[in-house]
Nanobody, 124 residues
Framework: QVQLIESGGGLVQAGGSLRLACAAS????????VAWFRQAPGKEREFVAA????????YYADSVKGRFSISRDNAKNTASLQMNSLKPEDTAVYYC?????????????????WGQGTQVTVSS
């Protein structure tokens, strides 16, 4: 089993920045892809960003491209999501997820481990 714990969420004004962190423990999969998803009230959980196990290939949802940046540190078993120029529509619970290196990166089913989520609220 792999445990994922997110941190770094909070309340921020529009235009501000936050950095989310995801710490992994347990049976770490060093070749797994890591992603961030988010879920706003009344909406489906949606893909935000993903990074391959090498850390050199990243994917982003169109809605966050150019504003968010995903990274990982395999030596520390952590991943991060730097969020800049935040908008009220970015308000959601953000989840870290880990899955095998194969599979479509933006599909929830491609990930088999999930964190509990961290709340991000962006005020206008």
């Amino acid at each position: 089993q792999v445990q994922l714990i997110e941190s770094g969420g909070g309340l921020v004004q529009a235009g501000g920045s936050l950095r989310l962190a995801c710490a992994a423990s347990g049976r770490i999969c060093s070749v797994c892809k890591v992603a961030w998803f988010r879920q706003a009230p009344g909406k489906e959980r949606e893909f935000v960003a993903a990074v391959t196990w090498t850390g050199d290939i990243t994917y982003y949802a169109d809605s966050v491209k150019g504003r968010f940046s995903i990274s990982r540190d395999n030596a520390k078993n952590t991943a991060s999501l730097q969020m800049n120029s935040l908008k009220p529509e970015d308000t959601a619970v953000y989840y870290c997820a880990s899955g095998p290196p194969f599979g479509t990166y933006y599909i929830r089913g491609a990930y088999n481990y999930w964190g509990q989520g961290t709340q991000v609220t962006v005020s206008s």
